[in-house]
């Protein structure tokens, strides 16, 4: 999978661009705040439907076109793939007459498209200095990616996913309206078995994901450590499905018996039963306790967490093999390669790491790479790359 061409109008710092995109590594060179961070993200937006960095939409859009009447957004690639030999796709953010908001608008081959649709029309990796944060940062931090791993390459996640938010913030409302006598135990009913459906689909599929990338990740770990260290991935949902329900083969315990995965129609009862269970709890809080908006990923590194006892080379390396991991399911997962996008990345690693990274780029079909210093990039790598300067959100393109 590839991006032919990239089209972007009124996009942060681009008023306008049209760019044909080449091959292997492309790597984008210029000081900062000139555009090359937001290349990568509307590659990134147009895999996703969301940016890395903004909540809103608004904030995409270019400061020229704000005192426009009705201004607008539009990103748009071709893109080939083992699918397809071309596809257009093409995301527009209209501002609305009547509210002052945007709407976006999704086209795939000139006909509307859900958000949802998005997903593996173009599969994207991303390597970014913030993710640390999958080690150092929140629980939510690691659960969004899961979330937006699991949805490029998995339809019914992403639906499940979709359906879950929507019946949770209904849910969480009903429950608060129940302890205020404004509502009936009764109402919950219908709340609660759209949240086990989606629930059970959801905890499969990161169960399922992190039994692979463990032991992807496992792999390529101990290579980058000469074998020293031995990392491990630890799924802990907020309530604990077992394989016989009877509290044996509990896939909390990483390691045990990897090849068995449970289903959602194994796991539904169970989460059934602790909605049940916690469901005293939930009506004296108002707020739903149980489920996978409460799950947690956990790095260990020769049985010590990495996010309590780990220092920060340790917390970068499990990250690089993370990402390598990620790269490697997502082609073996979709039989295609991902866009591979690179925010600063290199800089963070030391020379080692850095000429590992750069060593399985070049078996990329398609990589982006922004730097402020192209000299730490090897002289192999810059010969063979696509070099292009970036700057004020014009773009200078050439082969070295």
């Known amino acids: 999978m590839r991006l032919l061409h990239l089209s972007l109008t009124n996009f942060r710092g681009y008023a306008r661009l049209e760019l044909p995109m080449p091959e292997g590594a492309v790597l984008l060179c210029g000081a900062n705040a000139q555009g090359k961070t937001s290349l990568l993200e509307s590659i990134y937006y147009l895999a996703t439907g969301r940016s890395p960095w903004t909540t809103s939409d608004r904030q995409l859009l270019n400061w020229r076109a704000e005192g426009e009447v009705l201004p607008f957004i539009r990103v748009s690639a071709e893109i080939c793939s083992r ?25 795939v081959n000139g006909s509307k498209k859900r958000v ?15 993710d640390l944060a999958l080690v150092e940062g929140t629980p939510t931090d690691r659960r969004r990616y899961l979330n937006i791993t699991l949805a490029q390459t998995n339809p019914s996640y992403a639906a499940a996913l979709q359906t879950f938010d929507k019946a949770l913030t209904q849910r969480n409302a009903l429950l608060r309206q129940i302890a205020e006598r404004r509502a009936t135990l009764r109402e919950l ?14 905890v499969a599929g990161r169960q ?15 290579q980058l450590t000469n074998n020293a260290e031995r990392l ?3 799924y802990l949902p907020s309530f604990l499905p077992t394989a016989r329900a009877d509290g044996q083969l509990s896939f909390d315990l990483v ?39 409460r799950d947690e990923l956990r790095f260990s590194v020769n049985g010590r967490d990495l996010g309590l006892y780990g220092s920060r080379g340790q917390a970068r390396t ?32 030391d020379s080692e790491r850095r000429a590992f990274l750069l060593e399985r780029i070049h078996s990329a079909s398609q990589a982006l790479l922004t730097t ?3 000299d730490i990039f090897t002289a192999d790598f810059l010969q063979k790359a696509a070099v292009w300067q970036v700057r004020s959100g014009q773009i200078t393109t050439s082969s070295h």
């Open 318 to 349: 499990a990250v690089l093999a993370l990402k390598l991991a990620e790269l490697a399911w997502m082609r073996a997962t979709t039989g295609d390669e991902p866009v591979l996008l690179l925010d600063e990345f290199i800089a963070e690693l």
């Open 372 to 374: 402020t210093e192209p």
């Open 116 to 130: 949802l649709d998005l997903m593996g029309v173009l599969n994207v990796v991303m390597f970014l200095p913030q």
């Open 232 to 234: 491990e991935l630890h």
């Open 83 to 107: 699918r397809s030999d071309l596809t257009r796709l093409d995301i527009t953010i209209y501002k609305e007459t009547e509210n002052g908001g945007f709407r976006k608008e999704i086209r």
């Open 208 to 222: 399922h994901l992190l039994r692979d990338l463990e032991q992807l990740a496992s792999d390529v770990h101990r």
């Open 189 to 202: 009913a219908y709340w609660d078995e759209q949240l086990v459906n989606a629930g059970s689909v959801i």
């Open 255 to 293: 390691g045990l018996d990897l090849h068995r995965q449970l289903t959602p129609s194994e796991i539904a009862p169970q989460l059934r039963k602790a909605l049940a269970e916690n469901q005293r709890e939930e009506l004296a809080r108002g707020i739903t306790l149980i489920g996978p908006q």
